[in-house]
């Protein structure tokens, strides 16, 4: 399994942004796809973007022109920059790491947005 670290989450107003990082206990060059997720209190978690390995990316509709997802492959990190930043985006947000048939997940981070 493949150790993940979030980190980046905090308060933000409405409008705002931010800059989610996971770190990872190995090379992301070898996981197939990463992501990111979140959830609500009493709500489903729910994908808000992944990348593979090749670069491509995928977004919920949701976070779609706000939210953008990247990597660094030398830093074994992800990234997840999120702006225009509603307060609807708040929850806990989750790292994921797919390798194979491998599924790794992370503590979380809050991220809390103030109207």
């Known amino acids: 399994q493949v150790q993940l670290v979030e980190s980046g989450g905090g308060l933000v107003q409405a409008g705002g942004s931010l800059r989610l990082s996971c770190g990872a206990s190995?090379?992301?060059?070898?996981?197939?796809?990463m992501g990111w997720y979140r959830q609500a209190p009493g709500k489903q978690r729910e994908l808000v973007a992944i990348?593979?390995?090749?670069?491509?990316?995928n977004y919920a509709d949701s976070v779609k022109g706000r939210f953008t997802i990247s990597r660094d492959n030398a830093k074994n990190t992800v990234y997840l920059q999120m702006n225009s930043l509603k307060p609807e985006d708040t929850a806990v947000y989750y790292c994921?790491?797919?390798?194979?048939?491998?599924?790794?997940w992370g503590q979380g981070t809050q991220v809390t947005v103030s109207s």
């Open positions: 990348i593979t390995s090749g670069g491509i990316t």
């Open positions: 190995e090379s992301i060059f070898s996981i197939n796809i």
């Open positions: 994921n790491a797919r390798k194979w048939d491998l599924v790794s």
